[in-house]
């Protein structure tokens, strides 16, 4: 019992001691820990004040050329007819690249389109319609029949001139009744002096009789002549009158023929000339619709596979053109409203491409040259990135640029640092606590 007591009490001593130890810690391990961790608070906050920690916002990016590549779309709901071109072939502006398919051969259209395009108000005239009319023009059949049937009532109008009947009447019984009136007013001038002379008879043999010389009778029949000369004179008047008239009339007659025959004219020529617009404006459609050309020199891309026969759909895009000129290379992104406010220009944008893996081939530096002032269709706004070192990437790789690329970019809308960052949540969590 004595054995296993002093067991006890040695274990009990010895825990106190340990304890003692553990309790009364050397003065030196508290003075130099506390240095340690006053050295680590003192160097975070060091650290925090010059690592930067910047805020992004973060969107896609394509990169271009100034000249922006074209991409050709389908319009409707068809199949390929011919393919002109190779995959990669170098094409020029204005090159027909593919035919699609048509119920128009499209031969006869591209040769009705260079007869209506060198044709107008002054030569319609001359428009080949016999040969076009063997034309098989499948759409715009319609609409060239409408055209060729104003067309010909035209020609038609102008070799009948059913007017130049009634013009030419006119212009006859002008001609008359000007010569009759050139021999009416000679009589006229002749029954005038007749009247004069006969007057002054009548004046002498009144005289006479009343001086005794003639009888009554005598001066009576003198009287009468008088009167008969007063009629023919007056008489001519009236023929003179009624000429003149007749001429005035016919003037009218004329007049309206030539108007009638000039509203007819016009009426017949302003609905060529518009239904030839109007036929020009389908064929431009039947163009847009069945026929790919290239507006832009420069290398064609299938951008998918293509064959005769294939069908496909409207809005589909079956080419792209990747211009010759596409030395100056440019970022398109589209950024939403969210957060848009921060952004400014020559703000710094960070780019990684897909094509190019970042931690391969590094990122491409670029800053904001423009941003659009109002949204598009899809409630985002237009941003333009320059790139001042053009595709040379932060490893001093530059990146060849045959097509266009596209990627992410970090906009760099803030850099501060992480004490500024800690700095301002302390801030907003202080103020939400205020106003709580």
């Not at 969107?59 to 995959?87: A, C, F, G, M, Y």
């Not at 008359?176 to 009416?184: H, K, S």
């Not at 009468?224 to 001429?247: C, D, T």
């Not at 897909?354 to 985002?380: R, V």
Request: charged letters at 25%; hydrophobic letters at 35%.
């Amino acid at each position: 019992m004595e054995t296993k007591k002093n067991i006890l009490d040695d274990i009990q001593l010895r825990s106190e001691q340990v304890q003692e130890v553990l309790e009364t810690p050397p003065n030196w391990l508290i003075r130099w820990g506390s240095l340690v961790i006053l050295g680590v608070i003192v160097l975070f906050f060091a650290l925090a004040c010059i690592i930067k920690y910047p805020e992004f916002i973060t969107s896609t990016i394509v990169i271009t050329s100034q000249n922006p590549s074209e991409k050709i779309e389908v319009r409707i709901n068809t199949r390929i007819e011919k393919i002109l071109v190779q995959d990669h072939q170098e094409v020029k502006k204005g090159q027909l690249l593919m035919i699609l398919e048509s119920t128009a051969n499209h031969a006869d259209m591209l040769r009705l389109k260079s007869y209506v395009d060198s044709f107008s108000a002054q030569n319609l005239a001359d428009f080949p319609l016999q040969e076009v009319s063997r034309f098989n023009l499948g759409e715009v059949q319609e609409d060239y029949n409408v055209f060729a049937k104003a067309l010909q009532d035209e020609l038609l109008f102008q070799q009948l001139k059913p007017y130049a009947t009634e013009e030419m009447t006119a212009v006859k019984s002008i001609a008359d009744y000007r010569e009759r009136l050139e021999n009416l007013k000679q009589q006229h001038i002749l029954e005038s002096s007749k009247l004069q002379l006969t007057e002054k008879n009548y004046k002498r043999s009144d005289q006479l009789h009343q001086e005794g010389v003639i009888s009554t009778l005598e001066l009576e029949n003198e009287k009468l002549k008088l009167l008969e000369a007063q009629k023919n004179y007056k008489n001519v008047q009236i023929s003179l009158a009624q000429v003149e008239e007749a001429i005035l009339n016919f003037n009218k007659v004329k007049t309206g023929a030539d108007i009638n025959f000039m509203k007819e004219k016009t009426s017949y020529s302003s609905a060529s000339i518009l239904l030839l617009e109007k036929l020009r404006k389908s064929i431009r459609q039947w163009e847009r619709d069945h026929l790919m050309y290239a507006s832009i020199d420069g290398t064609l891309s299938y951008n998918q596979f293509l064959g005769e026969n294939q069908f496909v759909k409207t809005g589909t895009t079956l080419l792209s053109i990747l211009p010759d000129n596409r030395q100056n290379a440019i970022g398109q992104m589209y950024i939403g409203a969210q957060n848009q406010g921060k952004i400014k220009e020559k703000q710094k944008v960070l780019i990684k491409l897909d094509n190019f893996k970042h931690q391969e081939y590094g990122i491409i530096k670029g800053e904001i040259k423009s941003i659009a002032l109002l949204q598009d269709n899809d409630k985002k706004y237009y941003i333009e990135v320059r790139l001042p070192e053009g595709l040379k990437t932060s490893y001093h790789k530059t990146i060849h640029f045959d097509k266009e690329l596209s990627g992410n970019a970090d906009i760099v809308t803030e850099e501060l640092t992480l004490a500024q960052r800690i700095l301002h949540q302390l801030r907003s969590l202080l103020k939400y606590q205020d106003q709580s």
